[in-house]
C-alpha cells in the first residue's frame, strides 16, 4: 500500500529536520506524499520545495487556536505559503509568542529563579520558543526537579509564572486556510473532552469550514481510528493522517509510521485535493 504523512515539523518551528532533511527522510521511507505543517509559520517550504523529488511535498500548517477556551489545533493543508494575510497574521502571533516568553522569564526572575533568554535559547532546537524550552531550562539550571515539577510549580495553566497565550480563534484560522487555498483539517482530534462534546465540536467546526480530521495519527489505536472514523462519517468530515513527527522532539514518533503502527493510506489524499478551494 502506497502510504503518505499529512502532519510533520521542521526546524522553522519545533522539529529537528531542517526542511530538507524532512523531504530527503520522506524518500527513504517510501512515503508517496507527505506534508511540512510546521507550528504558527509556512516559511520552511520553500527549501522543502526546492530539491527535485519524487516525493509530493504538500505546503502545510498547523495553526493553534482557541475553542471554548481550549487549545485546539488546526492543520492546513494546500495551503499558498505565499499568501500575504495568512503570513502576515501568523507572523503577528509568532511575534506575540516572543513577548509573552519574556513576561513567563519577568514572572520567574520576581518570585527568584533566576532564568534568562539565554538559558532557555540552549535547549532550543528549532525557531519556535515554547514553555517546553523554558522547562527545559528550569531542569538544567536546577530549579526543578524535572519536567513535569516546571509545569507543576510555575508554567502549568494558571500557575504562578503562567501567562495566556494570544492565539486565532478557529473561525479565523479556518477562514485563513480556506482563503489561501486550503483545506483545514482537525489535528489530532482526541481533546480531553466528552464523546458528546467532542462531536458537537466537530460540528460547529464543519460549519466554519473545516473539512477533515486526522483519523490516523501516532497515537492512535485501532479503536481510537475507528471511533474518529464513524464520528467524522456521522459529521461529513473526510479522513486525515499523519505522524506529528518532531524528529528528536518526539524520539518515539517517526514519519510515515508514528510508533511502529501508523500507515496512512495515499486514497484519502485524492479527495483532500478535492477539497481544495471550495
Ligand atoms: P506553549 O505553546 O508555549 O503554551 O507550550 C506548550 C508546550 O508545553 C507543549 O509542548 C506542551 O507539551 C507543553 N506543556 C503544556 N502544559 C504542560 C504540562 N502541564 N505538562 C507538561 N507539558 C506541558
Ligand atoms: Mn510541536
Ligand atoms: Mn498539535
Ligand atoms: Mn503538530
Same mark, same amino acid.
Given at each position: 500500500?502506497? !502510504?503518505?504523512?499529512?502532519?510533520?515539523?521542521?526546524?522553522?518551528?519545533?522539529?529537528?529536520?531542517?526542511?530538507?532533511?524532512?523531504?530527503?527522510?520522506?524518500?527513504?521511507?517510501?512515503?508517496?506524499?507527505?506534508?511540512? !505543517?510546521?507550528?504558527?509559520?509556512?516559511?520552511?517550504?520553500?527549501?522543502?520545495?526546492?530539491?527535485?523529488?519524487?516525493?509530493?511535498?504538500?505546503?502545510?500548517?498547523?495553526?493553534?487556536?482557541?475553542?471554548?477556551?481550549?487549545?485546539?489545533?488546526?492543520?492546513?493543508?494546500?495551503?499558498?505559503?505565499?499568501?500575504?494575510?495568512?503570513?502576515?497574521?501568523?507572523?503577528?502571533?509568532?511575534?506575540?509568542?516572543?513577548?509573552?516568553?519574556?513576561?513567563?522569564?519577568?514572572?520567574?526572575?520576581?518570585?527568584?529563579?533566576?532564568?534568562?533568554?539565554?538559558?532557555?535559547?540552549?535547549?532550543?532546537?528549532?525557531?519556535?520558543?515554547?514553555?517546553?524550552?523554558?522547562?527545559?531550562?528550569?531542569?538544567?539550571?536546577?530549579?526543578?526537579?524535572?519536567?513535569?515539577?516546571?509545569?507543576?510549580?510555575?508554567?502549568?495553566? %494558571?500557575?504562578?509564572?503562567?501567562?495566556?497565550?494570544? !492565539?486565532? %480563534?478557529?473561525?479565523?484560522?479556518?477562514?485563513?486556510?480556506?482563503?489561501?487555498?486550503?483545506?483545514?483539517?482537525?489535528?489530532?482530534?482526541?481533546?480531553?473532552?466528552?464523546?458528546?462534546?467532542?462531536?458537537?465540536?466537530?460540528?460547529?467546526?464543519?460549519?466554519?469550514?473545516?473539512?477533515?480530521?486526522?483519523?490516523?495519527?501516532?497515537?492512535?489505536?485501532?479503536?481510537?481510528?475507528?471511533?474518529?472514523?464513524?464520528?467524522? %462519517?456521522?459529521?461529513?468530515?473526510?479522513?486525515?493522517?499523519?505522524?506529528?513527527?518532531?524528529?528528536?522532539?518526539?524520539?518515539?514518533?517517526?514519519?510515515?509510521?508514528?510508533?511502529?503502527?501508523?500507515?496512512?493510506?495515499?486514497?484519502?489524499?485524492?479527495?483532500?485535493?478535492?477539497?481544495?478551494?471550495?
Amino acid at each position: 500500500m502506497d !502510504t503518505i504523512d499529512l502532519h510533520t515539523h521542521s526546524t522553522f518551528s519545533d522539529g529537528t529536520f531542517t526542511p530538507l532533511q524532512l523531504v530527503k527522510y520522506a524518500e527513504e521511507k517510501g512515503l508517496k506524499a507527505f506534508a511540512i !505543517t510546521d507550528h504558527d509559520t509556512t516559511e520552511g517550504i520553500k527549501e522543502a520545495k526546492s530539491i527535485e523529488t519524487n516525493v509530493e511535498v504538500i505546503s502545510g500548517v498547523e495553526i493553534s487556536t482557541r475553542y471554548d477556551k481550549k487549545e485546539i489545533h488546526i492543520v492546513g493543508l494546500y495551503v499558498n505559503e505565499n499568501d500575504a494575510d495568512l503570513n502576515k497574521q501568523l507572523k503577528y502571533y509568532r511575534e506575540k509568542r516572543v513577548t509573552r516568553n519574556f513576561e513567563i522569564l519577568e514572572k520567574l526572575n520576581s518570585l527568584g529563579v533566576d532564568i534568562t533568554i539565554d538559558d532557555v535559547k540552549e535547549s532550543c532546537t528549532g525557531d519556535v520558543i515554547s514553555r517546553a524550552h523554558i522547562a527545559k531550562a528550569l531542569v538544567s539550571k536546577g530549579f526543578v526537579g524535572s519536567y513535569t515539577e516546571a509545569f507543576d510549580r510555575y508554567l502549568g495553566d %494558571n500557575k504562578c509564572a503562567y501567562v495566556p497565550r494570544e !492565539t486565532l %480563534n478557529y473561525e479565523e484560522s479556518m477562514e485563513l486556510i480556506t482563503k489561501a487555498g486550503g483545506v483545514p483539517v482537525l489535528a489530532h482530534p482526541l481533546y480531553k473532552m466528552s464523546d458528546t462534546n467532542l462531536e458537537n465540536m466537530m460540528v460547529k467546526l464543519r460549519q466554519k469550514g473545516l473539512k477533515a480530521v486526522e483519523v490516523y495519527y501516532s497515537t492512535h489505536s485501532n479503536s481510537d481510528t475507528q471511533h474518529v472514523m464513524a464520528m467524522a %462519517n456521522r459529521v461529513g468530515l473526510i479522513y486525515s493522517g499523519g505522524s506529528d513527527f518532531h524528529g528528536a522532539t518526539k524520539p518515539k514518533i517517526d514519519m510515515g509510521t508514528g510508533m511502529g503502527k501508523l500507515a496512512v493510506p495515499y486514497e484519502i489524499l485524492e479527495k483532500i485535493r478535492g477539497e481544495r478551494n471550495g
